[in-house]
């Protein structure tokens, strides 16, 4: 199964993973809010997805979100229905060593509004 996914996310790193979760989203039964009909199920998939990450880093395991993935040739290899979505490939696995990436965040100020 990994090496199908692999032609969904074909970067060499992801090739190195052992396991990958493919986080999947139901539209016929995710919840709906009731004044404007609003899908939440992207919502509670990434909510899902948040704390499968934080497991598995609390286990020493790391992971990565990909949500820039083939998500027709995912639906394809899984045979999902029209209402099915893939929504994110979650590779797991341990850390090489020394593999430091330096990461360039953005500054708070960047990211966050404040209203006064």
Not at 9 to 14: A, I, K, T
Not at 21 to 41: I, L, M, T, Y
Not at 74 to 84: G, M, P, T, V
Request: charged content about 25%; overall charge neutral.
């Amino acid at each position: 199964m990994m090496k199908k996914l692999y032609a969904c996310y074909p970067r060499d790193w992801f090739k190195s993973a052992h396991t990958c979760v493919v986080a999947f989203g139901n539209h016929e039964q995710s919840w709906k809010r009731p004044k404007d009909g609003k899908d939440h199920c992207d919502i509670d998939v990434a909510i899902a997805v948040t704390h499968l990450m934080l497991a598995a880093t609390e286990q020493g395991l790391g992971s990565c979100w990909i949500g820039n993935f083939d998500v027709k040739k995912c639906k394809e290899i899984f045979d999902c229905s029209a209402h099915i979505e893939p929504i994110a490939l979650i590779p797991i696995g341990y850390p090489g060593e020394n593999k430091v990436h330096e990461k360039q965040r953005k500054s708070m100020d960047e990211i966050v509004s404040w209203i006064e």
